[in-house]
Structure formats: structure tokens, C-alpha cells
């Protein structure tokens, strides 16, 4: 079964710090990864989507993610924070079957 | 604009009642998918379908039930039998047309039962 752990369930970056959002996976075959960001009381927007084709995934908003196959790892990185940024963000996984498995998400604060 | 709309945004109910909420899209997915979110638990799947007349149960489908009588609707009732309603509920739909199939999500509609 698939399954997606976000290390973290908090965040906190200085404004202008480099912000790292960790997600692990557990697949036995190269999946599909997403990560989306969530504002409160909205719904999931899209920031980028792994469907093996480069490793290094470029989003909006300015985030990217790395996809590691050796370390069954898909993490979210952006080089400066925003306060803007602040925010809840799930990765997920989607199976063959197009089921999506979310992680348990990780809320990001931006301290000015 | 293309999108998708659950309404109401907030909701309360008393407990014991069964309401069910909307979720529209204009997209043209042929998948729409139902999910509760708690804190701390991220996102469960309640029911989700692929196409028109048809739906199957996701993880946590008891006392939840939906109809997809349109393609662009896919309605979702909370009964009395689910015994913790409370949640914030979210919409979502895809093309519905194999892999690397990006779902995207309704605001959501919060549910308090009282």
C-alpha cells in the first residue's frame, strides 16, 4: 500500500530563510508525487507534480521539488521564504489506480 | 471561469440531522472525489467516481452517502449514522483519464453539528 509521511508537522523560517518541507514515500514502484499548499479555510491548490519526467520539479510560487528515488524522498525547498508563504502544505501520492494518498501536512510559519 | 464550487461555505447542523453538501464543477472531469479533513490527519478519501452512475467507497465512507447523477455534480450526504460530522469537507476532480492525473479541489465547506 502506498503511504506518505511529511517529517514535521511545523515549520518555522525567518523571512528571506530557506524554507524545507520534508516528504518520504513508500511505493514499490516509481509513483506520481504532488505537493500542494493550503491557506486557511481554502481549498488544496496545486504547486507541482512529479510524473517521472525530471527529477527536479519547478512549481509555482517559486518552490521546487527534488524526487530521489534512493531515498524514496520528494522534498519541497524554496530558496527565500515570504511571508506569504505561511501556510499549510501536504505532499501526496498517486497510486496506478489514480487513488491519492495524502500526507498528514505540514504547517509553515514565516517569522518577519 | 472554470472551477469547482461547494456550497455552503460554513454549515451547522443539529445533531441527528442528515444535510448534504454540494459540490458543482465546470471543468469537464469525468472523476470527482469527496475528502474530510481533521487537524492533524490531513486528507481521508469518503467516496469518490469516475464516471456518471457510478461511485465507490474511499477509506472512511460510513454514514456518508453521494449520487453522480451529472457529470458536474456530485452531492454528499452526511447522515445521522457518522457519528463525528464535524470536519471541513473537500471537493475534488480530475480528467479522469489515467495516470499523473492532477486533482483540484473545491474551497471546501466546514461542517459543524451542534
Known amino acids: 500500500a502506498q503511504s506518505v509521511t511529511q517529517l514535521g508537522s511545523h515549520v518555522s523560517v525567518s523571512e528571506g530563510a530557506l524554507v524545507l518541507l520534508r516528504c518520504n514515500y513508500s511505493?514499490?514502484?516509481?509513483?506520481?508525487l504532488f505537493w500542494y499548499v493550503q491557506y486557511p479555510n481554502q481549498g488544496l491548490q496545486l504547486l507541482l507534480k512529479?510524473?517521472?519526467?525530471?527529477?527536479l520539479v519547478k512549481g509555482i510560487n517559486g518552490f521546487e521539488a527534488e524526487f530521489k528515488k534512493s531515498e524514496t524522498s520528494f522534498h519541497l525547498t524554496k530558496p527565500s521564504a515570504h511571508m506569504s508563504d505561511a501556510a499549510e502544505y501536504f505532499c501526496?501520492?498517486?497510486?496506478?489506480?489514480?487513488?491519492?494518498?495524502f500526507g498528514t501536512g505540514t504547517s509553515l510559519t514565516v517569522i518577519p | 471561469d472554470g472551477g469547482i464550487t461547494q456550497s455552503p461555505k460554513y454549515l451547522f447542523r443539529k445533531e441527528g440531522q442528515n444535510v448534504t453538501l454540494s459540490c458543482e464543477q465546470n471543468?469537464?472531469?469525468?472523476?470527482m472525489y469527496w475528502y474530510r479533513q481533521d487537524p492533524g490527519q490531513g486528507l481521508r478519501l469518503i467516496y469518490y467516481?469516475?464516471?456518471?452512475?457510478?461511485?465507490q467507497k474511499g477509506d472512511i465512507a460510513e454514514g456518508y452517502s453521494v449520487s453522480r447523477e451529472k457529470k458536474e455534480s456530485f452531492p454528499l450526504t452526511v447522515t445521522s449514522a457518522q457519528k463525528n460530522p464535524t470536519a471541513f469537507y473537500l471537493c475534488?476532480?480530475?480528467?479522469?483519464?489515467?495516470?499523473?492525473?492532477?486533482?483540484?479541489f473545491g474551497p471546501g465547506t466546514r461542517l459543524t453539528v451542534l
Open positions: 467516481s469516475q464516471i456518471v452512475n457510478d461511485f
Open positions: 471543468l469537464n472531469h469525468d472523476a
Open positions: 501526496a501520492v498517486m497510486n496506478t489506480g489514480n487513488q491519492f494518498y
Open positions: 475534488a476532480s480530475s480528467i479522469g483519464q489515467g495516470a499523473a492525473d492532477t486533482q483540484y
Open positions: 511505493s514499490s514502484v516509481p509513483p506520481y
Open positions: 512529479y510524473t517521472s519526467a525530471a527529477t
